[in-house]
T-cell receptor, first 114, second 111 residues
Framework: DAGVIQSPRHEVTEMGQEVTLRCKPI?????LFWYRQTMMRGLELLIYFNNNVPIDDSGMPEDRFSAKMPNASFSTLKIQPSEPRDSAVYFCASSIASNTGELFFGEGSRLTVL | SQQGEEDPQALSIQEGENATMNCSYKTSINNLQWYRQNSGRGLVHLIL?????REKHSGRLRVTLDTSKKSSSLLITASRAADTASYFCATRSGGSYIPTFGRGTSLIVHP
């Protein structure tokens, strides 16, 4: 079975451009997480969806960030306009919603904003 | 803010030695999980220990949990060069489905 699929794996863009990151969770998983990883701040939760509904978006840095999950098999994280401080690795993870469920991570999207 | 914090931040050992990493957390938890991240890759789940468990084994991995001290340790026995990676603990509290990750321990195993 395919794991969590993220695209693109690498993105280099210029400040002010729009960035869209994509995620396909594992089929049958009803929870989806977007995390951001940097050396300075470690792994931070951005947003958590359950059954396609955003449950906790308190980690979304500001209005420049938005996330959608139009169906159970697809989610996007959009940054508009992008800034150099958004440079990070963005991970998508999925799981079966439970208080013991392990998270399955994608390989990440490395974003560099010049 | 991180719930769990790993210690040490970095660990360098020789192949065949044991590696011990620790995780401390602040609030009561339902369970604690350990993940591994190879360079440039996503995190991979290793083992979960529930709050009512004290020790758990999986292959060369041994995890302990001391809820009175709010700490956990991950022991990798007879380490191999392939164990070189970062190791993270993640905790879940209350009824939350959201795991909170520490900053990780970077382990280097020299062949």
């Amino acid at each position: 079975d395919a794991g969590v699929i993220q695209s693109p794996r690498h993105e280099v863009t210029e400040m002010g451009q729009e960035v869209t990151l994509r995620c396909k969770p594992i089929s049958g998983h009803n929870s989806l997480f977007w995390y951001r990883q940097t050396m300075m701040r470690g792994l931070e939760l951005l947003i958590y969806f359950n059954n396609n509904v955003p449950i906790d978006d308190s980690g979304m840095p500001e209005d420049r960030f938005s996330a959608k999950m139009p169906n159970a098999s697809f989610s996007t994280l959009k940054i508009q306009p992008s800034e150099p401080r958004d440079s990070a690795v963005y991970f998508c993870a999925s799981s079966i919603a439970s208080n013991t469920g392990e998270l399955f991570f994608g390989e990440g999207s490395r974003l560099t904003v010049l | 803010s991180q719930q769990g914090e790993e210690d040490p931040q970095a660990l360098s050992i020789q192949e065949g030695e044991n590696a011990t990493m620790n995780c401390s957390y602040k609030t009561s938890i339902n369970n604690l999980q350990w993940y591994r991240q190879n360079s440039g890759r996503g995190l991979v789940h290793l083992i979960l220990i529930r709050s009512n468990e004290r020790e758990k084994h999986s292959g060369r991995l041994r995890v302990t949990l001391d809820t009175s001290k709010k700490s956990s340790s991950l022991l990798i026995t007879a380490s191999r060069a392939a164990d070189t990676a970062s190791y993270f603990c993640a905790t879940r509290s209350g009824g939350s489905y959201i795991p909170t990750f520490g900053r990780g321990t970077s382990l280097i195993v020299h062949p």
